[in-house]
């Protein structure tokens, strides 16, 4: 499908156009071409099997340009963007695009200061260069320096769970708009992906306009890039991009469909359809019937998600499945996997108080798991060896221990504590306590905090020798990576996943959001070779208890079902597995 290509394309060369001082209509030409080519999901490849007139048909799109589809889906190529190419530094594109600049004031920079790249841009700025430019004020200088800003912001992925706060934030704010008669925050959130590049936002609503008028003065908006009718992306303050789509209320199952993703998933069911004979596009499942003036294309679908799905012969599939990884196969053959759901989590198996490095007191921690309902919590705070972690040493790891279940005695144990430890595996395997600390521990996590950077082979005998500690319950955040800050240790996670699956260890899926660990490729490797699961939060203060919900959305994305999570289980059947160890 080149839709998107096309687009991007027409968009550059009416950028290029407007910098060279080419003619106001013909650029405007470019830039409606590409926003009816963004909005087309039939294939561009499609409709121009009906050759010229078919893509005149489409609104915006004249002889010329028509022309000039047809040349890029015989070569891949438009002979007039490689000739404005010649003429305008790529760099120069880019920096059009940032708020508040745009192709005339790029010009002017380029001719003035030979700006020609983002990075010559920030140089201006810091220089104060700008300001010595005619009409360029301290102001306008500052909008260009926000827009960058912004620009940048956009670029970077950000963990799900910083953002996901905000998104339901200005989820409700959207539901309260004038003319909304529903609204879903979508795309990769919706589908519990680790980090996120923009939010996506759909609405069912008859009245498009009033909407989005309403959307883009939203307090949170900054910027507003683009809005037309049915669409919407602004900027928020703190640069993150945000996209609105509108959609008729008959429609909104299929626009929640279509804006949740994946793309490669999205584009395994429009084959699908196709094979059934019918289209699949973000107002609904269509085909085609017989009418007195000729053929037309009759919607069957589109009110509700389940009901898009069941037209394509399917059932429903839950958004952290749709990732194109075979779900739509199991789907086909009724083998869909029941995934394990946060209201069957009973408690949080990695938590810290204030004995290391936690924030809040076991009272504190109690009164917190109770007010979720939980049957319990681990409480496992940090061994020596994390020193910046205020880890706890041996003798005093059994005071700690005492105090617990002191704690429990006096409560009722309801929600119990149990006794953990997040035990240090050292460069050789070895573990930060010895062996008469860990028996009386109700539950031993081990995990990485030093040394990232050994060889694969040198990290795999590390984690193995960790493993075979008999007192071993769970290797926790097993790559020990921190998105976008730390890469994850190098290991055979093959040989680790066989050896934790011999020994009946369970794999921690921390939801801790710069960790989500096990990432979801590894966790559904793990589930193939038969592992079990620790769900956890890693949680020092008890707002962190919040991010089991990331735990169990990553959990979901690698196919996990609720018997094979050890927090499932109920404190006495708990209490018991661990035993068997």
Known sequence: MKNQELARLFEEIGLMSEFLGDNP???????????????????????AKGGKEALMALPGIG???????????????IAKHEELSRKVPKGVIQVMEVPGVGPKTARQLYEALGVDSLEKLKQALEEGALLRLKGFGAKKAERIREGLALMEG??????????????????????????????EL???????????????????????????????????????????ENRATVFLKDGLQVDLKIVPPES??????????????????RALAQEKGLKLNEYGVWRKVASPSGEKEERIAGLTEEEVYAALGLPFIPPPLRENRGEVEAALKGALPRLVQLSEVRGDL????????????LEELYQAAQALGYEYLAVTDHSPAVRVAGGVGPEEALERIRAIRAFNERTGGRPYLLAGAEVDIHPDGGLDYPDWVLKELDIVLVSIHSQFRLDREAQTRRILKALENPHVHVLAHPTARLLGRRAPVDADWERVFAAAKRLGVYVEIDGYYDRMDLPDDLARMALEMGLSFSLSTDAHQVDHLRFMELAVGNAQRAWIPPERVLNTLPLEELLSALKTR
């Open 154 to 183: 956009a670029s970077r992925r950000r963990p799900l769970g910083a953002v996901l706060s905000l998104a339901r934030s200005l989820l409700e704010a959207i539901r309260a708009l004038p003319g909304v008669e529903r609204a």
């Open 186 to 228: 979508c795309g990769s959130a919706r589908r519990y992906k680790e980090t996120v590049g923009d939010l996506d936002f759909l609405v069912a609503s008859r009245e498009g306009e009033r909407v989005v008028e309403g959307f883009v003065r939203l307090p949170a908006v900054k910027e507003v890039y683009a809005k037309g």
């Open 63 to 77: 002889p010329d340009l028509a022309e000039k589809i047809l040349e890029y889906l015989r070569t891949g190529r």
């Open 252 to 269: 909104y199952g299929a626009g929640l469909q279509y804006l949740t993703g994946s793309k490669e998933h999205s584009i395994r069911l």
């Open 350 to 361: 990695q938590v810290h108080s204030t004995w290391s490095d936690g924030k809040n007191t």
């Open 25 to 47: 209509f013909r650029v405007r030409a470019y830039y409606q071409a590409a926003r009816t080519l963004y909005d087309l999901d039939t294939p561009i490849e499609d409709v």
